[in-house]
């Protein structure tokens, strides 16, 4: 009976060190692989306030705030600086054209639907990213005929 009650004994004293290790060894792996912090660029303020950014980080993801035009021009120009726009500030953050992920247009009219895609396509390689396209009521910010943003990977 006493072999018994001391391997019982003995099967409860490792169970519970090897519990504690295990323990330990999962709380070391979440102190090692902390939440990286977000990374802002660009911070626009409105009455000292910071109001957005131009864009963000965290980790290997870079999102880029909404691209405009805002000068005279037709749909062409006004898609060719906005894409320029977005491709400076993936640069910048350490990404490209190529890693962008998801693309969402904004039109000021409809209309110039395919004019935008003219200068699109081919723009982001041969994976383009996915891309939502909508016409705005109202008009896009700034007289623009068109804005983009978009998320990309680093």
């Not at 957005?52 to 062409?76: E, P, Q, R, Y």
């Amino acid at each position: 009976m006493k072999k018994i009650e001391r391997r019982s004994t003995l099967k409860k004293l490792f169970a519970s060190l090897a519990g504690f290790a295990g323990i330990s060894t999962v709380a070391s792996a979440h102190s090692e692989t902390a939440t990286p912090e977000k990374q802002a660029f660009n911070i626009v303020e409105d009455q000292d306030v910071p109001l957005f950014s131009g864009s963000t980080k965290l980790g290997n993801m870079v999102f880029i705030a909404g691209k405009g035009a805002h000068f005279d021009g037709d749909i062409k120009a006004h898609t060719d600086h906005v894409l320029k726009e977005l491709e400076k500030e993936l640069v910048k953050a350490g990404s490209s054209m190529e890693k962008v992920l998801k693309v969402n247009v904004y039109l000021h009219d409809l209309n110039d639907y395919k004019g935008m895609n003219e200068v699109f396509r081919g723009r982001f390689g041969s994976k383009p990213p996915v891309r939502t396209t909508v016409a705005t009521y109202g008009g896009v910010p700034g007289d623009s005929l068109v804005e983009m943003d978009c998320i990309a990977y680093i």
